[in-house]
């Protein structure tokens, strides 16, 4: 009798499976969205919580401890990374030396930081910072699917160029 019924169980585990495959996978949506406000950001999976990131902080000169304006801040992403840059992962500091780069994919990419304005405010020389993710500060969250922004704080020390 078992012999019997193992056709009818074979053919019919195969079309459940398919069934089950189409409506499981016709039912999965995956949608990408880099920045909200014009549909290029974060990779976000239906059905999956997700979070902004930021990385804002203030670069001073190492000897005397006052803010440096004009330092050119960005997210350093190797060209191995496939991820296009973008706007809000380069930033100047303005005159109290601070800077803030939203839109950041995580705090896993070193900050390249750049002297580009000469001789105005000293001649610093260019830095690589690891950003400390150990603290971020959670801010917002609607309760839903946007977990609100992780904001990562940097102090950045540059020394003064060789002259």
């Known amino acids: 009798m078992k012999k019997k019924f193992r056709p009818f169980i074979k053919v019919t585990s195969w079309i459940l499976s398919g069934l089950l495959a189409l409506v499981g996978l016709g039912s999965c949506n995956i949608k990408i969205i880099i920045n909200p406000d014009d549909d290029h950001g974060d990779l976000v999976m239906y059905g999956v919580p997700w979070a902004s990131y930021a990385i804002k902080g203030s670069v ?6 006052k803010p ?3 330092i050119e801040v960005k997210l ?3 060209d191995s990374v496939n991820i296009p840059f973008q706007p809000g992962w380069k930033a100047t500091t303005d ?7 939203v839109g ?7 900050l ?3 002297d ?3 001789e105005a ?4 020389a260019n830095d690589t910072v690891i950003v400390d993710d150990k603290n971020p500060q959670h801010i917002g969250g609607d309760g839903g699917w946007f977990q609100g922004e992780l904001t990562a704080t940097v102090k950045i020390e540059l020394e003064p160029k060789d002259e």
């Open 76 to 78: 350093h992403v190797p």
């Open 68 to 70: 440096v304006k004009g």
């Open 104 to 110: 950041t994919p995580d705090f896993s990419f070193p």
């Open 95 to 101: 005159g109290r030396g601070e800077f803030k780069l």
């Open 121 to 124: 405010n000293g001649s610093y």
């Open 60 to 65: 001073v000169d190492k000897a005397t401890q």
């Open 112 to 114: 390249a930081v750049t």
């Open 116 to 118: 580009i304005d000469g």
